[in-house]
Nanobody, 127 residues
Framework: VQLQASGGGLAQAGDSLTLSCAVS????????MGWFRQAPGKEREFVGR????????YYATSVKGRFTISRDNGKNTVFLQMGSLRPEDTAVYYC?????????????????????WGQGTLVTVSS
């Protein structure tokens, strides 16, 4: 399974940006998908997760209400729509796939709960 994240770039505070994660090698519909980010000098942190069907999404408190995760299983692609961007959103963003048997929701924020990772895409938000 290969994940390719794209869509990062430079944005200003208050802007919106959408990241994409293209998945190849397996049918996406059986995987739960997560987004993580790593700011300079900090540990990688959970951003959000979407269930395999796309029926439910979960978010970190820091992005809830501003970010939205969606997926198009027919196109094997997951999206992270980021709105009202802040300088503290600056980070490398990673998508990750959780293969069956799926990680329990109680552990969804842990990196160990994901089996495959993309290479990351950099988002820089200026004030």
């Amino acid at each position: 399974v290969q994940l390719q994240a794209s869509g990062g770039g430079l944005a200003q505070a208050g802007d919106s940006l959408t990241l994409s994660c293209a998945v190849s090698g397996r049918t996406l519909s059986t995987y739960a998908m997560g987004w993580f980010r790593q700011a300079p000098g900090k540990e990688r942190e959970f951003v959000g997760r979407i269930t395999s069907s796309g029926g439910m999404a979960y978010y970190a408190t820091s992005v809830k209400g501003r970010f939205t995760i969606s997926r198009d299983n027919g196109k094997n692609t997951v999206f992270l729509q980021m709105g009202s961007l802040r300088p503290e959103d600056t980070a490398v963003y990673y998508c990750a796939a959780d293969a069956p048997p799926l990680t329990p929701i109680a552990s969804m924020r842990r990196m160990i709960g994901y089996d495959y990772w993309g290479q990351g895409t950099l988002v820089t938000v200026s004030s």
